[in-house]
């Protein structure tokens, strides 16, 4: 699939469009990188239903480029300057994007430094509205290749964001899965009994994080591990196919939680290295332990690129399991947000 054509020999018109994208939770993750936005490993995630971006975008014709940005009616020109120089990654494709003026403005139904992905939120309902403004100036339908488009141009501006394209569970990174790509996500079903997880994320800190994760990223190309990160993140990406294919949940949860674990240690054993968990972060984990071993419930974490839990669990068992985290857990944290699977962006 050519990302560009047959837009590059297009030219812009003023149009309006808004999209909500919301944020995924990755099961299996992305932690390193190949050239440009290329993964080193396939990754699979869950796209969240309660947590998203809405953005709205102006595109107008101009003389030169120029990005203005709103993050709940203040200019943000921090953003401003991301979206710009991601717009100015395309230009060697599609020439003509030199010549808009582009006014967003965008809001996010969770805050910011919550352990949710507010990239892979915002950069995808981004790319939906650039892929919706392309497919106006083709009349092209919003198809599957709308979708693949989509996901496309989010890959290029933050890899997880490409995920948040499709609702229920995405991989995204080259695979034994027929059509898998390292370009683009693409939609996977699961069993029933998997089909409905809840995400319960502990809000264990909201300070924001040390290490950006495109520097944490750029830190396993020096890495002593990285070639067997590689390897082990392969093998639980088949893993967690076959676990979320055939339902089982045991397997499932043990690989999530290695993975989020092998994700920290990489974080801990690089060269320059760091650590993102907090105290309240390991006395979580570890009483989620007792409690899996006491009540033989399915109760598994895992983390984002910071110190705040991600609590996965199938819906069936929400009562008991909230009681838990509510009575136990809570006072480990500054807040809970409470999320599940979702069915993916929609147009507003
Ligand atoms: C993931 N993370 O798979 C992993 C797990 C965080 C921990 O992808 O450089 O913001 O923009 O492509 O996507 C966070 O990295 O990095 C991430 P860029 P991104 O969700």
Known sequence: MSLTTPFEKLSPKDFETCWRSPSNIAFVKYWGKKGHQI??????????KECFTETKV??????????????????????????????????TDIPW??????????????????????????????ALCLTDYLHSLTGEEQGDLFFKRAS???????????????????????????????????????HPDLAHLKDSVLVISGVEKTVSSRSGHGRMNEHAFAEARFLQAKKDFNLMVSALKSGDVELMGNILE???LSLHAMMMTSPE???LIRPNTLAAMEM????????????????????????????????KIKTFISHELSPLTQKIIEDERGEGPVKC
């Open 39 to 48: 993964p080193a490993n396939p990754s699979l995630s869950m796209t969240l």
């Open 58 to 91: 102006a595109f107008k014709k101009s003389d030169a480029l120029s990005v203005e940005l709103f993050l709940e009616g203040n200019r943000e020109d921090r953003f401003a300057g991301k979206v710009k120089a991601y717009l100015e990654s395309l230009i």
């Open 97 to 126: 994007l030199n010549n808009l003026s582009l006014v967003i403005n965008t809001k996010n139904t969770f805050p910011h430094g919550t352990g949710i992905a507010s990239s892979a939120s915002g950069m995808s309902a981004f």
């Open 152 to 190: 496309h141009l989010s890959r290029l501006a933050s890899g997880s964001a490409c995920r948040s394209v499709y609702g229920g569970f995405t991989t995204w990174g080259e695979s034994d899965l027929p059509e898998s790509s390292d370009k683009y996500a693409t939609p996977f079903s699961v």
């Open 258 to 260: 290695n993975e989020a």
């Open 273 to 275: 290295s760091y650590m």
């Open 288 to 319: 989620i332990w007792a409690f899996r071993r006491e009540t033989g419930l399915p109760l598994y974490f895992t983390l984002d690129a910071g110190p705040n839990l991600h609590l996965i669990y199938p819906e069936v068992f929400q009562h």
